[in-house]
């Protein structure tokens, strides 16, 4: 190949690329990096009409946090949502994607196509409609408890019930995503084996316990991580199904950052919230594979 | 046989509990107003209506916010392949000093919600004047890393000889992208169209960000601020939710195959 050519394939490299990295260099780089500098400004409404009122504060903002109960409440908020969300999106979707896989059910496509389509519904469109499902007098949610003899619930009304209500409205937009996941995984689980185990008279739930479930297992922590990222990311379902309330018992972290920094353009506070966000969600993305390292070094 | 009905009966209930609400939604949306707000709640309307339909439109200006929104995921959609595309296919292909370093550096950014960078951004955008604007709704999709990782994928399958004999044909590299490369990558063309489109309608909280003028805004703000002003109508509300939410729905039943098919060939790999 001549000179010119390999010159000319490396000249278009940058050239194609350029356009795509220019703009994340500008507004997805610089800022995520202006976020941290941000944080360590008291940026807030004086500064947004003239800059000079913008002062350099350190870790100011973030001792504030610590001290606002309202950033705790925030952040025992998101936890809770991912201690009742990932068991449940975890149980539901491995479900979905079993009934989906399995070779006796017909009209497998169809059903697929259902569980998937709340995940692509609108979310602003769904939550509306979840807010009405879970109404206490006229929902059908309480009305179904109501017939079935259990006892009925004030969902959003009720600072005890708002966050597990939420989650049940998460886990039915999200779960058809995870089992799709689980879906990808189970094409990799070999018939033969599956086979084998039954000639061998292993029964449905032998056979699912020991060997389809161990060969999702990588699948099952990809799922977790996701749903712990996703639970943190959670903004415009308490936004449209209870704003926050009641009480503040539906706070999220990001929603937090939403009132500070648009709200009441305390941007610098705000900014400092995000670096925490950015901290949360990174630990939630990097400890499970640590954890693991540290894990195999010990045994080895 | 009668343990494949019995299986095949428990995915059908698993999926009517599923489709509920979607359905629920639907046929409240065509109630009289005020039917819904009763006790034990209607499933069916009595006497269905277009009524609420007729409000939204003539009285609340949904017809604009249907347009805004089609008009903002149809140019999101449009910006993110002219973007994503040529650098895709330059990660994939092209051999040019740096890729490998900054191939890994996207990768690793891969790991930032978009969400951290939002109040600079804002920030940034007000200070060339976009904050307000559809300019200003659309700079996120320009920067759609996992977009250049759906292209670079599909694209590494392209055979390297092919490219190297339209080289020796004399083809310029632009040449080749367009009339070699583009038409092998029309799957992935077709899976980033579709996942930008959704992704940019279903998008609510950077819209309700940076749009502050009602005449601009998308689907979902204009929903979610009808919801704080008309919360007690639940017909109302039920219809505007069909209208922001059906369209998509639509689209993902038409290309269920391609969608489906996308996420699952995505999920192996990575």
Not at chain 1, 35 to 61: E, H, K, P
Not at chain 2, 87 to 95: C, E, I, T, V
Request: with cysteine.
């Amino acid at each position: 190949m001549s000179a010119t050519g390999v010159k000319a394939e490396r000249r278009a490299g940058w050239l194609f690329s350029a356009p795509a990295l220019l703009a994340i260099a500008l507004f997805f780089v610089l800022p995520t990096i202006a976020s941290l500098a941000l944080s360590l400004t008291d940026f807030d409404i004086y500064a947004l009409a003239d800059i000079r009122n913008l002062r350099f504060v350190g870790l100011d903002n973030y001792a504030e946090l610590l001290a606002d109960p309202l950033f705790w409440t925030a952040l025992g908020n998101t936890l809770w949502f991912v201690v009742l969300g990932v068991p449940l999106v975890l149980v539901v979707s491995l479900a979905a994607a079993l009934l989906v896989n399995e070779r006796m059910v017909a009209w497998r496509p169809v059903w697929r196509v259902a569980f998937f389509a709340p995940y692509v519904a609108t979310l602003v469109a769904a939550a509306v409609v979840w807010k009405y499902l879970l109404h206490t007098r006229y929902g059908l949610v309480n009305y179904v408890f109501g017939t079935l003899g259990l006892p009925t619930v004030d969902w959003l009304g009720d600072p005890h019930w708002a966050i597990p209500a939420i989650t049940l409205f998460v886990v039915w937009k999200s779960f058809g995503y995870a089992m799709l996941i689980f879906l990808a995984a189970l094409q990799t689980v070999p018939r033969d084996l599956v086979e084998a185990a039954r000639i061998d008279g292993a029964g449905w739930w032998s056979r699912l316990r020991h060997v389809t479930l161990p060969a999702l297992a990588p699948a099952a922590g990809l799922v977790t991580i996701l749903t712990v990222i996703a639970m943190f990311q959670l903004f415009a379902e308490p936004y449209v199904m209870t704003e926050g309330g009641p009480a503040q018992s539906t706070i999220t972290v990001l929603y937090l950052m939403f009132e500070e920094g648009f709200q009441w353009w305390n941007l610098g506070t705000g900014a400092a919230v995000a670096v925490v966000l950015f901290v949360c969600i990174l630990a939630a993305a990097l400890l499970p594979a640590l954890a693991m390292r540290l894990l195999r070094v010990c045994r080895s | 046989m009668t343990a494949g009905r019995a299986i095949t009966a428990l995915a059908a209930l698993f999926a009517a509990i599923t489709l509920a609400p979607l359905l629920w939604m639907v046929s409240v949306s065509l109630m009289q107003p005020g039917e819904a707000g009763q006790f034990p709640p209607p499933l069916i309307p009595a006497d269905p209506t277009l009524a609420n339909y007729h409000e939204l439109f003539a009285a609340q200006g949904m017809g604009v916010f249907l347009g805004n929104s089609l008009l903002v995921s149809t140019l999101a959609t449009l910006l993110a392949l002219l973007f994503t595309l040529p650098a895709g296919y330059a990660f994939a292909k092209l051999r040019f000093r740096g890729r490998t370093a900054t191939v890994q550096t996207l990768l690793a950014l891969l790991l930032i919600p978009g969400q951290i960078g939002m109040l600079p951004l804002f920030l940034e955008l007000k200070a060339i004047g976009l904050v307000n604007s559809y300019a200003g709704v659309l700079i996120p999709w320009l920067a759609g890393i996992i977009g250049i990782f759906l292209v670079r994928q599909y694209a590494l399958s392209i055979p390297d000889e092919l490219l190297e004999a339209a080289r020796i044909d004399g083809a310029s590299e632009w040449d080749m992208f367009r009339h070699v490369v583009l038409p092998i990558l029309r799957p992935a063309i077709a899976t980033l169209a579709l996942f930008v489109f959704l992704g940019s309608w279903n998008d609510f909280m950077w819209p309700l960000i940076v749009l502050s003028d009602q005449d601009l805004y998308t689907l979902p703000v204009a929903l979610a601020s009808l919801g704080r002003e008309r919360a007690q109508d639940i017909e109302l509300m039920m219809a505007g939710s069909v209208v922001t939410t059906v369209p998509v729905l639509l689209l993902f039943l038409a290309l269920q195959r391609q969608f489906i098919g996308g996420l699952l060939a995505g999920s192996v790999k990575g």
